[in-house]
């Protein structure tokens, strides 16, 4: 009786233990026109075409779960917005991608990225 007492505290520990509940830590905030297999950006850049993608990859360095998102600006003008709720186990990359099909507007463009409703940075960018 005392061995299954044992062994459900041990089993009981281990599945607290892998729980996932601690909060993500954004590292990086990548931007470019392509992503490796990892979500990561795999061609780093600022300066796009009017129909290119436009690729953001939020970084975190650790397990944990959070609601990463995006707002997009054409100047001061909020054009898009795009929310995920992750969980991670270990360092992760989150994407998130930013297109129109008849081509995007000539001009100056930022994305902020935040975590939890936080701000975790921005990156400018512009269409040629």
């Known amino acids: 009786m005392r061995t299954i007492a044992v062994a459900m505290i041990v089993t009981a520990a281990l599945a607290l233990a892998g729980c996932n509940n601690d909060p993500l830590q954004v590292t990086a905030i990548q931007l470019g026109k392509s ?3 990892d979500n990561s950006v795999g061609t ?14 939020v970084l975190t360095g650790a ?11 054409y100047g001061s003008n909020k ?3 795009m929310t995920k709720d992750v969980s991670y186990r270990g360092s992760a990359a989150t994407e998130f991608r930013f297109h129109n099909t008849a081509g995007l507007p000539l001009g100056a463009y930022r994305v902020e990225v935040f975590l939890d409703g936080k701000s975790a940075g921005e990156r400018a960018f512009k269409i040629e």
């Open 35 to 37: 992503l490796n297999p």
């Open 44 to 57: 780093f850049t600022t300066s796009f075409k009017s129909r290119d993608t436009v690729y953001v990859s």
């Open 63 to 73: 397990s944990g779960k959070g609601t990463l998102s995006t707002t997009w600006y």
């Open 79 to 81: 054009v898009s917005e």
